[in-house]
């Protein structure tokens, strides 16, 4: 048995338990499935800008293997190497596993989903490893596209990517509507060698290296939850795309959603879609003093994990401030005056609609703080094996405090809502008690007229049409009159009557 079938009956045999799913999706792959991945080569030197070189077959990749050079001599200058890989192909897995002796736990913890709602929390393990040899970073992406779907795909607007991760695509805003904008949950997973071995590779080439995983990105169709039928997916372009409508230059300096990346050269700024591609069209551009920590090797993909986020949070906040100008505002076609739109403010009626995106938002947002603990988590920040500088570390909790901010304003459109609606049907239940009051006492007017009615019917003489029917009219319109006046001066009438037999009306105090 040669060693990649070896690799993959140890992979099997240990993961069919833990992770059945993964081992499943690798069973399943057939003929070109197994290759539909790309991986690359990032050799670095201390000094010298690194060069890379990507493989689109396994069977290259084999060769680069077996065709490597060792180093001529102890002295020679120390090549240390990074190996990416797209996706979770089962060849190149088991070629890269074999090879670099990557534990098999490694692929199978990137394949778990990271955006189910539950799977969030409970597929997640406590970490038991040291994070400066492994970690795990999950991120939102944002995608640029729209999906040309068929009638009754909003009944389950959630799709999924045609590619060996299967990552769910959806289009559902932090409020529970159908937005425009795509997004979808990725990884990004960190792997070298144990603590104490060198990476340099002097003793073999490639016994001791480091391996990043990246998700696939976004092709051209996607499939529905219920329909084998793929749908399309038109690109756009990511300069012209703005997802909520908001201005460009409210958005940042550049327009961008994503956070300023700092490379002086414009060329080699990060497309932010595909993991793959901005990672070799980066890492060329970049020379490092020193490559001793194979660490140092992941700069970039967490700046660019971290630009991710800083866009998540700003589409959100953009959501966020929509809502509450909708709910305390509303949408009307009258032009906005700023002496009289607080008269009008918060006049909504009630609807579950809108309470459970609420609800949904406060979900939502705790589902988010919880990511971006396991994130921190991971690289260390606020414990002792602290991974990245010191401006990364306060750039992930400037993003938790920001949330924080989210959520405080979200519990502050909840309870103003809630509040807003008690007050109001108050003010409905009140007015609809006055007119009652209104109707009653105008009963009351007529309680007399109707019992003289009453009394002057009983007699032949005084019923209508008879000769003595104007007693009727004679005594009834003087008490109707009085009764009237009595109703609307009533009030006056008793403030004088105080007055002059001076009883204090009471004091009275502003609201």
């Not at 070799?280 to 194979?294: G, K, L, N």
């Not at 609800?359 to 971006?372: F, H, Q």
Request: hydrophobic share 40%; charged share 20%; glycine share 8%.
């Amino acid at each position: 048995m040669d060693h990649e079938a070896e690799y993959w009956s140890r992979l099997e045999s240990t993961q069919r338990q833990w992770s059945p799913g993964f081992v499943r999706q690798l069973s399943n792959q057939v003929g070109a499935e197994q290759d539909e991945g790309r991986a690359a080569v990032i050799m670095f030197q201390d000094g010298a800008k690194p060069s890379t070189r990507v493989f689109t077959k396994s069977r290259d990749l084999r060769r680069y293997f077996t065709n490597s050079p060792a180093p001529a001599s102890s002295d020679a200058p120390v090549c240390r190497r990074v190996f990416v890989l797209e996706g979770l192909p089962r060849r190149f897995i088991q070629l890269l596993g074999s090879r670099l002796l990557v534990p098999p736990s490694f692929f199978a913890a990137h394949w778990a989903h990271p955006g189910k709602f539950v799977g969030s929390l409970l597929n997640h393990t406590p970490r038991h490893y040291d994070n400066r040899s492994r970690f795990t970073l999950s991120f939102p992406k944002l995608h640029c596209a729209k999906i040309q779907g068929k009638p009754g795909d909003d009944v389950d607007p959630v799709y999924f990517m045609r590619s060996s991760i299967n990552r769910q695509l959806t289009r559902i805003t932090l409020f529970g509507e159908f937005g425009d904008h795509l997004w979808s949950a990725e990884k990004v997973s960190f792997w070298s060698a144990r603590e104490g071995e060198s990476w340099d590779g002097k003793s073999d080439p490639f016994f001791v290296a480091s391996l990043l995983l990246v998700d696939p990105p976004l092709g051209d169709f996607v499939m529905w939850t219920d329909d084998p039928v793929p749908r399309r997916v038109v690109h756009e372009d990511p300069k012209n795309a703005n997802p909520l409508g908001t201005a460009r230059d409210g958005v940042s300096q550049d327009g961008s959603w994503y956070a300023p990346f700092p490379v002086d050269n414009a060329e080699q700024t990060p497309g932010m879609k595909s993991m793959f591609d901005d990672i070799v069209s980066m890492y060329p551009a970049w020379q490092r003093q020193s490559t001793a920590d194979p660490v140092t090797s992941t700069d970039i993909c967490r700046q660019l994990v971290l630009s991710a986020w800083v866009a998540r949070l700003r589409i959100t906040e953009a959501e966020v401030v929509r809502k509450q100008y909708q709910m305390s505002i509303g949408v009307g076609l009258s032009p906005f005056n700023p002496r009289t739109w607080l008269d009008g403010s918060w006049t909504q009626p009630w609807t579950e609609r809108e309470f459970g995106g609420l609800v949904r938002a406060k979900s939502a947002l705790e589902s988010t703080d919880t990511s971006l603990f396991y994130n921190m988590d991971a690289l260390g920040i606020g414990g002792k094996s602290h991974i990245g500088e010191e401006w990364e570390t306060e750039a992930w909790k400037s993003l938790r405090n920001a949330l924080l901010t989210l959520k405080t304003r979200v519990d502050i459109m909840m309870a103003a809502y809630t509040q807003a609606v008690s007050v109001r049907e108050s003010i409905v239940a009140n007015k609809q008690a006055r007119q009652v009051g209104y109707l009653t006492s105008l009963a009351t007017l007529f309680v007399p007229v109707s019992f003289i009615a009453a009394v002057f019917s009983m007699g032949g003489d005084y019923a209508a049409g008879q000769q003595r029917f104007y007693v009727f009219w004679a005594i009834s319109l003087p008490i109707a009159v009085v009764a009237f006046c009595a109703y609307l001066f009533g009030g006056c009438v008793l403030s004088l009557l105080r007055k002059c037999l001076g009883t204090p009306e009471g004091e009275k105090y502003p609201v």
